[in-house]
T-cell receptor, first 114, second 115 residues
Framework: DAGVIQSPRHEVTEMGQEVTLRCKPI?????LFWYRQTMMRGLELLIY????????DSGMPEDRFSAKMPNASFSTLKIQPSEPRDSAVYFC????????????FGQGTRLTVV | GEDVEQSLFLSVREGDSSVINCTYT??????LYWYKQEPGAGLQLLTY?????DMKQDQRLTVLLNKKDKHLSLRIADTQTGDSAIYFC???????????????FGKGTKLSVIP
């Protein structure tokens, strides 16, 4: 398996533009997580899905952020409109629920909003 | 809610032992994890411990769990420059089947190894 795949790896956009981050979880994994990492706040959980259903989105900072998981092999995190303070590395992770809940992370998308 | 705390920085000399500490608040934590993040990469699982254990050893890594104090530590013996990274402590409850599953991470400890 190729692991969790995120795209793009890097994104530079202007303030006010819409940004869409993409994630393909590991096949067979039924939980998917979106995290944001910054120097100031560390790793923050934004939202997670179980079996494509959003379970907890309390970490989503504002209404400008939205996430979808239309099927078991694809998820998006959208920011509209983007702001400079959204600049961070966004990670997607997936797990298979079971005795050992190891989370496998993607390489992350480094977002810069100028 | 659940909370996981770690110190932010640790510096050690090459060849010494490193000890990274973590405290957590959720008494229902069943699994406790250590993840490693190298520069420009995602997090990778290093090791984990089940809550009914108090120690786990894996080559140069030793995990100690004090469940009463909710304290977890990671000891790296003979620390090498390649161990320089950010180390994250994480905890999760046993999945309940009710959609309440969540993995909670600390903010990470940046380990710097001085040659």
């Amino acid at each position: 398996d190729a692991g969790v795949i995120q795209s793009p790896r890097h994104e530079v956009t202007e303030m006010g533009q819409e940004v869409t981050l993409r994630c393909k979880p590991i096949s067979g994994h039924n939980s998917l997580f979106w995290y944001r990492q910054t120097m100031m706040r560390g790793l923050e959980l934004l939202i997670y899905f179980n079996n494509n259903v959003p379970i907890d989105d309390s970490g989503m900072p504002e209404d400008r952020f939205s996430a979808k998981m239309p099927n078991a092999s694809f998820s998006t995190l959208k920011i509209q409109p983007s702001e400079p303070r959204d600049s961070a590395v966004y990670f997607c992770a997936s797990t298979r629920q079971g005795k050992n809940t190891e989370a496998f992370f993607g390489q992350g998308t480094r977002l810069t909003v100028v | 809610g659940e909370d996981v705390e770690q110190s932010l920085f640790l510096s050690v000399r090459e060849g010494d032992s490193s000890v990274i500490n973590c405290t957590y608040t959720d008494s229902s934590s069943t699994y406790l994890y250590w993840y490693k993040q190298e520069p420009g990469a995602g997090l990778q699982l290093l090791t984990y411990i089940f809550s009914n254990m108090d120690m786990k050893q894996d080559q140069r890594l030793t995990v100690l769990l004090n469940k009463k104090d909710k304290h977890l530590s990671l000891r790296i013996a003979d620390t090498q420059t390649g161990d320089s990274a950010i180390y994250f402590c994480a905890e999760s409850p046993l999945y309940s089947g009710a959609g309440s599953y969540q993995l909670t991470f600390g903010k990470g400890t940046k380990l710097s190894v001085i040659p």
